[in-house]
């Protein structure tokens, strides 16, 4: 590339996810402990909050986009958490089974769930290199 022609990545905007009902989307992952950034139902968006950060996750309908369990090759969206256990319990207290987890990772423990749509979130901690973690 030349250098008009280049450009910086600054950080992440936000991340996309489709799902098929926004309504049942936005309840899904509210269960799941996220929070509601704004939604926008005339334009099919919603926006989960990610920690103090202003990016956050995108839940997009579209049209025709049927539930379909889980598993497939999937990019998957992982936010940090304190703790990944307390996490998976919280998950499965309010009915939101785990897909995967908790299982062990390079930086402590990771629990996977995914939503009607086959969207896959893991919430992941620093436990075992905690001077990595936002908290630390």
Known sequence: MSDDESYELLGFD???LP???LGEAVEFYERAGFEVGFRFDEGGIALLKAGKETPGILLRHEDGFGHRPPP????RVWLEVPDAKAAARALTDAGVEPYDGP???ATGWTVEFADPWGNVVGL???RKRPQLARRA
């Open 19 to 21: 799902v098929g009902d």
């Open 103 to 105: 299982f062990s990772s």
């Open 124 to 126: 992941t901690d620093y």
């Open 14 to 16: 936000n991340v996309l």
């Open 72 to 75: 497939w090759p999937s990019p």
